[in-house]
C-alpha cells in the first residue's frame, strides 16, 4: 500500500514538473532576460496587419511587472487611451550595438505592433507604431519594413469616405541619439487631420508654446517639450491644395530667444524657423528640405493655436 502511494506521488510531481519547466519563461529582471522571451530575427523584417491576425496565447504576453519595468505606457498611450493592455513579444534584432524589439500591445480585438529601440546600455530610448489590426484595419492599412542599415519604411494604404486611394509612403531612420526621425515621405493625395498618425502627440507640453497649431483642414505643426527649456519636439503635416503638394517633418528644435526657435537637419541642408506669439504660430523654410516635402511647395505658412487633447498635457 505504502508503494502504491509513493508511486502515485511521485507520478504526479513528475507530470507536475514537466508542465512547469515545458511552459515558457515570463520573468525578467534585466535586460538579457527581457531578450531571452523574444524570438532573435535579423534585418531585413518586415510585418503587416496580416502579421498580428495570427492569435498568440495569453500564455506568452509579459507580466505586469516585465511591461511596466521595461516599456513605458507612452508608447501605447495614443492608441488605447483607457484600460488594460496585454503586451507580447514578436521579435528582437540587434542594431548597432543596440536592439529592436517588436511587441505587440492589444486590448480586446484592436492590436498594435510597435518597434521600440534600447541603446546598448540597454535604455529605452524611443518607439514606432509598425502596423496595427481592428475594425476599420482594411480601411487604414499599414506596411512596415526595415532593410539591412536599418532604414524603416511605413507604406499606408488608406482608403476614403469618398471612395479614394491614397498611399502614404514614411521613411525613418535612427539617428545617434536614438530617437526615429522621419527623412523621406510620399503621398498621392490629402489627409484630414483627423486621420493623420502624429508620432509625438503624447509627449509633455508644458512649455507656453507647447500645443497644436493648424491651418485650414489639412495642415498642423504639434510642438512639444524637449529634453530642457532650451529645446522643444515638433512635428509638422501638410497640404497644399493649390499645388496638391505636402509634407512632413518631425525633428528637435532649439529656442533662439523667447519667441523664436529654428531646426538645423543633421542629415542635410533642410533648415526651419518658427516663430512663436501667443495664438499662433509662423513657420519659414530657410534651408531646402526637399527631401521631406514635394517639389512644388515649401514648409512655409502661418498656423493657429488650437485646443488641445486631455491626453496631450500628460507627461510620460
Known amino acids: 500500500m505504502r508503494i ?27 535586460f538579457e532576460e527581457l531578450l531571452a522571451l523574444f524570438p532573435n530575427r535579423a534585418l531585413p523584417y518586415q510585418i503587416n496587419p496580416d502579421s498580428l491576425n495570427m492569435s498568440i ?14 516599456f513605458p505606457d507612452s508608447i501605447w498611450r495614443s492608441s488605447y487611451s483607457h484600460g488594460q493592455v496585454k503586451v507580447f513579444p514578436i521579435a528582437a ?6 536592439h529592436f524589439l517588436i511587441i505587440r500591445v492589444q486590448q480586446g ?13 540597454h535604455h529605452f530610448h524611443q518607439a514606432l507604431r509598425l502596423t496595427y489590426i481592428g475594425p476599420d484595419w482594411q480601411a487604414d492599412r499599414y506596411d512596415a519594413k526595415i532593410d ?28 545617434p541619439e536614438g530617437n526615429f526621425l522621419l527623412v523621406l515621405t510620399n503621398a498621392n493625395g490629402a489627409l484630414p487631420l483627423e486621420e493623420v498618425y502624429n508620432p ?6 508644458r ?13 498642423i505643426v504639434s510642438i512639444r517639450d524637449g529634453e530642457n527649456k532650451q529645446t522643444f519636439r515638433f512635428f509638422i503635416h501638410f497640404y497644399d491644395p493649390k499645388t496638391q503638394c505636402g509634407g512632413e517633418l518631425q525633428g528637435i528644435g532649439h529656442f533662439m530667444n523667447r519667441s523664436t526657435g529654428t531646426f538645423k537637419d543633421d542629415q542635410g541642408p533642410c533648415a526651419i524657423d518658427f516663430h512663436f506669439s501667443a495664438h499662433q504660430l509662423r513657420i519659414e ?15 512655409n505658412g502661418t498656423y493657429f493655436r488650437k485646443k488641445m487633447h486631455a491626453h496631450s498635457t500628460k507627461a510620460q
Not at 504526479?12 to 508542465?19: A, K, L, P, R, Y
Not at 496565447?57 to 521595461?70: G, N, R, W
Not at 494604404?157 to 531612420?173: F, G, K, M, N, P
Not at 509625438?200 to 507640453?205: G, N, Q, R, S
Open 93 to 98: 534584432i540587434a542594431y548597432q550595438n543596440g
Open 148 to 175: 539591412k542599415r536599418g532604414i524603416i519604411t511605413l507604406d499606408q494604404h488608406i482608403h476614403t469616405s469618398d471612395q479614394r486611394s491614397i498611399l502614404r509612403e514614411r521613411v525613418y531612420a535612427l539617428n
Open 200 to 205: 509625438i502627440d503624447t509627449l509633455p507640453a
Open 4 to 30: 502504491s502511494s509513493l508511486l502515485l506521488i511521485l507520478m504526479f510531481w513528475g507530470c507536475h514538473s514537466t508542465q512547469q519547466s515545458s511552459g515558457p519563461k515570463r520573468l525578467a529582471t534585466n
Open 285 to 299: 523654410e530657410v534651408g531646402g528640405c526637399g527631401a521631406y516635402r514635394g517639389i512644388q511647395c515649401f514648409f
Open 57 to 70: 496565447p495569453d500564455s506568452v504576453a509579459f507580466l505586469p511587472e516585465v511591461v511596466s519595468q521595461f
Open 109 to 121: 480585438q484592436k492590436a498594435v505592433a510597435f518597434l521600440c529601440y534600447f541603446d546598448r546600455k
Open 207 to 219: 512649455h507656453p508654446f507647447s500645443g497644436d497649431y493648424v491651418k485650414g483642414d489639412l495642415s
